[in-house]
Nanobody
């Protein structure tokens, strides 16, 4: 069973930084895509950034230049470095991984439970 656990969220002042981590566990065979989504109160979940297995990245316009996604291949862990945070970045951030595993040998989207990021003075 593949599990994702996010960490690193918290309260930060505008202009500050946070680094989110998403640790994977379970019998992962391969990862095709890693991504971060976020959901603010009263809003739909939105895609923040993606990182493909070949290293390609995508960033939403609202975070481009401020956020950076990266991956530790040895640990199958994905990170989100968030700089110059704004109050509108306040949301629950979710990790998403598209992977195959021993139990599910076809591509499947796995999700973490989320970590709260609050940007406020």
């Amino acid at each position: 069973q593949v599990q994702l656990v996010e960490s690193g969220g918290g309260l930060v002042q505008p202009g500050g930084s946070l680094r989110l981590s998403c640790a994977t566990s379970g019998s992962i065979l391969a990862i095709n895509l890693m991504a971060w989504y976020r959901q603010a109160p009263g809003k739909q979940r939105e895609l923040v950034t993606t990182l493909t297995s070949s290293g390609g990245t995508y960033y939403a316009d609202s975070v481009r230049g401020r956020f950076t996604i990266s991956r530790d291949n040895t640990k199958n862990t994905v990170y989100l470095q968030m700089n110059s945070l704004k109050p509108e970045d306040t949301a629950v951030y979710y990790c998403n991984v598209r992977a195959t595993s021993l139990r599910t040998p076809t591509w499947y989207d796995y999700w973490g439970l989320g970590t709260q990021v609050t940007v406020s003075s």
